[in-house]
């Protein structure tokens, strides 16, 4: 072979429109560096609960190793049904309207498959998830974003959203709780997206990842799934995984609801490109839905204290304003009057004080003069985090 014919032969545009993430960047940096204090990951620091690693080792020693349906295993289906029958209020066929996925990742990226064609437009939150573009770029539609502003309390706007909407407009996505503003959408707001979607005759791609991470301030802080809202459900994908709230990144596994064919939609792409998600996974999470549920209560009380810490050192620092997040496990301050961009500020936090954090502007344009800080770590490590970082803004 030679070497000519290696350099003719090129990555797809798809493949190349998709940049290195701004936490990707950060990361490789820390990796170095062994006193870093990790504050740039959006992964619970806990471990798995026990029961749920010893479902899967059960599973892997009855044999329970095989493919299974490209839906999932149906006592899994059924548990996901109950859960969002029980907590969210949405009633799903469990065998026709729920479909496990590989992490929500797998779960976006399959709605996105089974909803938008090529040139279809897609309303994308901004400050949102940096996969969220990235999703909708390889499938080859196009993301489209809508803003999301600290004065607003992160609110969407519908009028502004009006205006985003041409003829190609399928579906909009949302994220509450959010990353990574750890903002809520109100049931007010959440009622008025889903009364526009049906104006619209949009799909609502509702991402839930961090449904069980609410923090109370003395308001009810409520996860709403506007799947439950009247008329929605049928044109609303819901999203969610174990990921964060069981503490399962690693396993990879997650699950849909979506109106039947839909979901049917949804299975035949999951088959074609993975088959099945781990049997094995899948056993572990009907374990996580069924067991005890006292693991995840542990962890969002953890993340209550962290948060109060972390809030309340961040406003102490010049040129920082940081709300009080309602959910998820993200600290976003306000940095403009620092008078640094947020990468440079990112940057010179990494470099100087050891200690990761990602700049805004790795959520979209509307993240530019913010930072976001995960709480994914210790009271102690998020102490000595704030007194290296108060040290080198002196
Ligand atoms: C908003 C949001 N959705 C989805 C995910 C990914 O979830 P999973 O690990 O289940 O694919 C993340 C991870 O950071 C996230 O922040």
């Not at 996105?112 to 040139?119: E, F, I, N, R």
């Not at 897609?122 to 969220?132: C, Q, S």
């Not at 969610?240 to 299975?267: H, P, Q």
């Not at 990112?346 to 344009?365: C, L, Q, T, W, Y």
């Amino acid at each position: 072979m030679n070497s000519q014919s290696k350099i003719a032969v090129k990555p797809s545009a798809r493949s190349e429109s998709l940049g290195l993430s701004g936490i990707r960047v950060i990361f490789d940096k820390v990796s170095k560096m062994p006193d870093a204090i990790r504050l740039e990951f959006g992964e619970p620091d806990f471990d798995t609960p026990d029961n749920i690693k010893a479902a899967a080792i059960d599973a892997v020693r009855k044999g329970k190793t095989k493919y299974t349906p490209s839906s999932g295993i149906p006592e899994l289906k059924s548990a996901v049904a109950s859960k969002l029958k029980r907590e969210n209020n949405i009633d799903y066929d469990p065998v026709k309207e729920i479909v496990v996925t590989a992490g929500a990742t797998s779960g976006i990226n399959l709605a996105l498959l089974a909803t938008m064609d090529y040139g279809d437009e897609i309303l994308v939150p901004d400050p949102g998830w940096a996969t969220y573009v990235h999703a909708v770029n390889i499938v080859g539609a196009k993301p489209i974003p809508y803003v999301l502003r600290e004065s607003s309390d992160y609110s969407i706007d519908i009028k502004e959203l009006a205006g985003l909407v041409t003829r190609k407009t399928k579906a909009i996505l949302i994220n509450s709780p959010s990353n990574p503003m750890g903002s809520i959408l109100s049931r007010t707001n959440l009622q008025e997206i889903a009364d526009f979607a049906i104006d619209h005759n949009l799909f609502v791609l509702s991402d839930e990842v961090y449904e069980k991470f609410l923090y109370q301030d003395g308001g009810m802080n409520e996860q709403v799934s506007i799947a439950s809202l009247n008329e929605m459900k049928d044109r609303t994908v819901m999203i969610n995984a174990f990921s964060k709230t069981y503490a399962m990144t690693g396993w990879r596994i997650g699950y849909a609801g979506a109106s039947e064919n839909i979901a049917g939609a949804m299975t035949k792409i999951n088959a074609a490109q993975c088959s099945c998600v781990s049997t094995i996974s899948q056993y572990a999470a009907l374990e996580a839905l069924k067991g005890p549920q006292d693991s995840v209560r542990n962890m969002i009380s953890a993340f209550t204290e962290r948060r109060q810490v972390l809030v309340k050192g961040l406003n102490e620092f010049s040129g920082f304003r940081c709300a009080m997040p309602k959910g998820a496990f993200y600290a976003f301050p306000n940095i403009k009057e620092t008078g640094f961009r947020s990468d440079e500020l990112a940057m010179k936090i990494v470099d100087k004080a050891h200690v990761a954090v990602v700049p805004g502007s790795a959520f979209g344009n509307q993240g530019e003069g913010y930072l976001r800080l995960a709480y994914a770590n210790s009271v102690e490590n998020i102490q000595e985090a704030l007194v290296r970082i108060r040290k080198i803004l002196n």
